[in-house]
């Protein structure tokens, strides 16, 4: 439990939380980093993760204790035929989690269509607070849809357009798990096997990898040949283009440590003297967090430019650039990216801009503090409503 809070009836009863998103580890990192706060805050606490069913989701699932459920939610062949199928099927499987015996303390939607059909099966049970998680500056489709159903809604970065003013909206950050904390800088070199004697360029495209930023890097390998001596490159790629990056630095001659998905975000972001990377929401955070410089290219196919708007948030900080997708190539990397990662003046003033806007606390804290003691402000009710019932009914006896 909480230091200083009591166990009481209701928040010992009350305890099942239902996380429902996912689909990218943008959506469900968040999640799981604010069910294991939750967790350490009161034991009672019964996280269950109701997910798409996909495998970038086990990825991130497998490695804590919290059980999971499939909705079974793909990508409909249909149009908005196949989609209504979907989310119908979705609700009714939620609605088996939300009912009698199973029904949870609190419902958090974490973004995603898998996140339809858990809230609006909590919705018609009625008295399931509901709460969303938003991590990026433009409110997603799913959020807008649910946000009428919902009790509150959080917010990772100031939203640029603001939900209807009925819907209590909270920016209060986003959820970060411990293992992203930015570890000792020469203790993450060594654990990733890399120089302390040179510059660390990272390269990151979101949880399944950026092609368009893979193909940059490889295009610039040979060139980064002739700097061998004073750069070295963490390389993320998503599961496709694994193989041909790592085959490409090793031609090279570039000392490159390439891997699917990261192995530790911590020591990635302690190695790290410059980021190139996607601008997702979570992502945008986890720079936030460990105060590391970063050059942007969002993505930029989303009809809300979502990304643009986060890059910008870390840009008019001056701890962030943008690079757009049509202009990066491998003469952008050399001329844009590494240029600055050798250029000690500018790296510096990037870090001290970044390092002035970190968070003191984390959003993780803030968040469970918060759900806490909705919790409890639900269960005290409940037990009034259940107190006048049985006094009702004894009167009609």
Not at 170 to 182: A, D, I, Q, S, Y
Request: one cysteine or more; hydrophobic letters at 40%.
């Amino acid at each position: 439990m909480k230091p200083g809070i009591a166990a009481t009836p209701e928040t010992v009863s009350r305890r099942k939380v239902i996380f429902a998103g996912g689909g990218t580890g943008g959506h469900l990192a968040p999640g799981v980093a604010l069910a294991e706060a939750l967790v350490s805050m009161d034991p009672h606490v019964e996280p269950l993760f109701l997910t798409c069913g996909r495998e970038i989701e086990s990825r991130f699932l497998d490695s804590t204790e919290f059980p999971s459920v499939s909705l079974g939610l793909r990508r409909p062949r249909w149009g908005a035929l196949g989609a209504s199928v979907s989310v119908t099927t979705s609700f009714l499987r939620s609605l088996r989690e939300v009912s009698g015996r199973n029904r949870p303390a609190l419902v958090i939607g974490l973004g995603g269509g898998v996140s339809l059909g858990p809230v609006l099966a909590s919705f018609v049970r009625r008295r399931i607070p509901v709460v969303l998680l938003e991590q990026n500056a433009v409110a997603g489709r799913a959020t807008r849809l649910l946000a009428r159903f919902s009790d509150r809604v959080y917010a990772s970065l100031p939203l640029v357009s603001p939900l209807s003013a009925r819907v209590d909206v909270r920016v209060l950050g986003n959820p970060l798990r411990p293992c992203t904390e930015r570890k000792e800088r020469l203790a993450s070199l060594a654990q990733l096997g890399l120089d302390s004697n040179r510059r660390t360029l990272t390269v990151l495209g979101g949880s399944q990898g950026a092609r368009s930023i893979n193909q940059a890097m490889m295009d610039a390998a040979p060139r980064l040949s002739s700097l061998n001596s004073s750069l070295q490159v963490i390389h993320v790629t998503g599961v496709r283009d694994q193989e041909k990056c790592r085959e490409s630095y090793a031609a090279s001659g570039v000392l490159a440590k390439v891997h699917d998905f990261a192995p530790s975000m911590g020591a990635v972001y302690g190695a790290s003297d410059l980021v190139l990377s996607r601008a997702g929401g979570t992502t945008v955070s986890e720079l936030e967090a460990a105060a590391v410089p970063s050059v942007l290219v969002p993505y930029p196919w989303h009809r809300d430019q979502h990304q643009h708007h986060n890059a910008r948030v870390l840009e008019r900080r001056g701890c962030a650039r943008i690079i757009s997708e049509r202009e990066l190539t491998g003469t952008i990397v050399l001329s844009k990216v590494v240029r600055l990662l050798l250029n000690p003046d500018a790296m510096q003033s990037m870090v001290e801009r970044a390092e002035s806007f970190r968070p003191e606390r984390t959003a993780a804290g803030a968040l469970a503090d918060e759900l806490s003691q909705l919790m409890m402000e639900e269960g005290k009710r409940e037990n009034v409503s259940s107190s006048l019932g049985r006094r009702q009914e004894s009167r009609l006896c």
